[in-house]
């Protein structure tokens, strides 16, 4: 049966704002943690060091000032609205030039709105940003069902194409007719799904990945496409863990990660340590961790691996969206274009010299620069 995204159409406004005594049991929580062993010799591949975690924990609980964060995040308009059953949190943040292009950004796993936050200025306002009035966009930024601070999802049946569904309709109670999209990670197979949904209003796609896109070493045929193969090699058999508990037994790791802020904190910095360049600002890594945290929705973020697992793997059907692909050397993942030219409409390839899978908070001058070039043919 298919799910309606019609229904209530109240955009309300939002302010975050926790309550202290959530930050108080938060940091009893990591003084009162109890700490694992660690052999000699045991460095990052076994999970993150116990000395290095330690060291985080305690500035998150000393030193790291989340009301400033919160501050930050408020300082953006923000709403929420009721979506086929499902609030769904987002920033609405439109640009002084009045004809500038919609745009809707979309995090994956284990991130959040915090991808996006250094990106607002010069995309909204490319003037006051050494940009031309031209390259300007009217931003969406929503956060992905069961997610932070859209909060927890109550059924099952979160699907990246429901999501994208959900998209569109956020996209027309905006008064949004013409659209670009742009994603990484889930946020990458929610804007191609968006693509495939929403054709007739949505006319370019930018993402990070195309997941259907892979080779093995059997099929590569070119220096890249090994890279490509071995990338994928290493998720499977090192990188991939969290995927394999995620896709099946999501409930399992949620106790854990919602009982204790450490084993929230060690989920996500992990995924950090491995899938960046050189890393990202500390504060906000950990405020990424504390809308996870904060918000209790380790569980249901993680239900989006097990509700896409059954169609891994199937064909995927054909995007005729025009796309773009942005590939950065330290992601987890490397599309190969000979295989996404079979099922997409590839319009744009990039390949950057720096950076990982969270270009926005490492590298964003270079994702500013390839959505610009890319979606002015759209305007």
Request: cysteine-free; overall charge negative; hydrophobic content about 40%.
């Amino acid at each position: 049966m298919g799910h309606s995204v019609t229904g209530m159409a109240t955009i309300e406004p939002f302010t975050l704002q926790v309550d202290q005594t959530a930050l108080d049991d938060l940091h009893r929580r990591l003084a009162d943690t109890r700490w694992p062993d660690q052999p000699a010799g045991a460095d990052w591949s076994f999970g993150p060091p116990v000395d290095d975690l330690r060291e985080l924990a305690e500035y998150w609980r000393t030193r790291y000032d989340w009301r400033s964060a919160e501050s930050e995040i408020n300082s953006f308009p923000q709403f929420t609205t009721e979506i086929d059953g499902q609030n769904v949190h987002f920033l609405h943040v439109r640009s002084p030039e009045p004809d500038a292009l919609p745009l809707i950004l979309t995090h994956g796993w284990p991130g959040s709105i915090m991808e996006f936050l250094e990106l607002i200025g010069p995309l909204t306002d490319p003037v006051s940003h050494g940009g031309n009035r031209a390259d300007a966009f009217h931003l969406v930024v929503p956060t992905i069902p069961g997610f932070t601070l859209s909060g927890v999802t109550t059924e099952l049946g979160w699907t990246t194409s429901r999501m994208a569904r959900a998209w569109a309709e956020l996209m027309r109670r905006l008064g949004y007719d013409r659209y670009v999209a742009h994603g990484g990670d889930w946020g990458a197979a929610i804007t191609r799904e968006l693509g495939l949904v929403d054709p007739g209003h949505v006319m370019a796609l930018h993402v990070l990945q195309l997941f259907g896109a892979t080779v093995d070493s059997t099929t590569a045929t070119t220096p890249e496409e090994q890279r490509a193969a071995d990338a994928g090699l290493r998720f499977e058999h090192e990188l991939g863990g969290y995927a394999s508990i995620q896709s099946t037994r999501p409930q399992l790791i949620a106790y854990g990660l919602t009982d204790s802020p450490v084993a929230q904190l060690s989920w996500i910095v992990d995924i950090f340590e491995h899938w960046t360049d050189s890393g990202v600002d500390r504060d906000a890594l950990l405020t990424n961790v504390a809308l996870y945290w904060l918000t209790g929705t380790a569980g249901s973020s993680a239900r989006i691996y097990r509700e896409s697992a059954a169609t891994w793997g199937d064909e995927p059907a054909r995007g005729t969206v025009p796309t773009a692909v942005a590939q950065f050397p330290h992601d987890n993942s490397v599309s190969v274009r000979r295989i996404a030219e079979q099922t997409d409409t590839i319009a744009r390839w990039t390949t950057f010299d720096r950076g990982g899978h969270f270009p926005g908070m490492e590298t964003p001058d270079l994702l500013v620069t390839d959505l610009r070039e890319f979606f002015t043919a759209y305007r």
